[in-house]
């Protein structure tokens, strides 16, 4: 069965403040479009942090984590990894976000990173296609990291 996401692993780069492919893959226009305006989840990792977070444009929302008034430590993650695609939506994304949050808190995959969210995630309200945004996204993307 073919994924249906993208997933995508950013260096942080502290001069460009820009994120650059860990791959030096190219990025297409569809998938620059994608990263400019449309539905994102990310995960910053570091050596001992890690933060989740949701976004509707996703370069946008990573310069703005550059701001020196952000109480967002970019210091503590060395990249980002961030999925697009069908089953990420808007009706979907507090879900994803929340999920991910409790498996970096209880996955021992995981154990040396703490969390620098805040929160849980926002609170979700019942949306078509929950289940399979669980088994065809949330867990193979869990898988991928």
């Not at 939506?89 to 805040?118: C, F, P």
Request: net charge positive.
């Amino acid at each position: 069965m073919a994924k249906k996401y993208i997933l995508k692993e950013f260096k942080i780069d502290r001069v460009s403040k820009t994120p650059q492919p860990v791959k030096n893959e190219r990025i297409g226009i569809k998938d620059q479009q994608r990263l400019e305006n449309g539905n994102s989840i990310y995960i910053y990792f570091g050596n001992t942090h890690s933060y989740v977070g949701q976004t509707k444009h996703f370069l946008e929302r990573y310069k703005q984590h550059f701001k020196e008034q952000s109480k967002f430590a970019l210091h503590n993650y060395n990249c980002v990894v961030m999925s697009f695609g069908q089953l990420i939506t808007r009706n979907s994304l507090d879900d994803i976000e929340s999920q991910l949050i409790a498996y970096i808190a209880a996955d021992g995959k995981h154990k040396e990173v703490l969390s620098d969210n805040s929160t849980v995630g926002n609170s979700i309200i019942p949306y078509a296609q929950q289940s399979q945004v669980k088994s065809d996204f949330i867990i193979p993307f869990w898988q991928d990291l």
